[in-house]
């Protein structure tokens, strides 16, 4: 496949990238909810950030279909098993979280697949520290609901640093990739 034959016009490089915008506000919603023990503000911060990664992974210009279609199917997997978890799991509540949990795993499992891309042709290293981070993130998280930690404070207060760490690397990245001239394509 060459560039010729490659329909991707400015306004889709756009697009992609207001997702990362999008999906960035929805990180910021949800660090200052979770600091602020907020549970409304982190449904409303997952909305959001789920949106924005769906938005791009929809724009994604990737020259094999296949890991476009991989990083979709997490991204939708994941919105429809959390959507599925809030309103329809009401018998279990250690079941409901850990499904809520898993179901930002697959999201954040397509979004490590847009930052990996990103990494990979641009060199952008937030992309590979992100790309690593989110398994150890959602693993810990499984571990902290499972062993019934989640409430303690100083477990509260790692969680709370972790995630601003993580919303400083999507800053950075989300900086790289609007600075970055239009219509670039992959360097390597």
Known sequence: MSLEDVHYPKSYDITYRIGYGVGFVGILIFVAAYFFSNSDYLVLGLSIFETGT??????LLVWK????IFILSCIIAGILLGIVSFYFVNFNALLKNILIIISIGFVLAGLGGLYGKEAHCFHFYEGWILLWSFPILILLNVITYIASLQSYPLVHTIFSILYLIIAILAFS????KIKQPLMQYCKN
């Open 54 to 59: 769906l938005l791009s992974g929809i724009f």
């Open 173 to 176: 990245f989300l900086i790289k």
């Open 65 to 68: 279909k296949e890991v476009k």
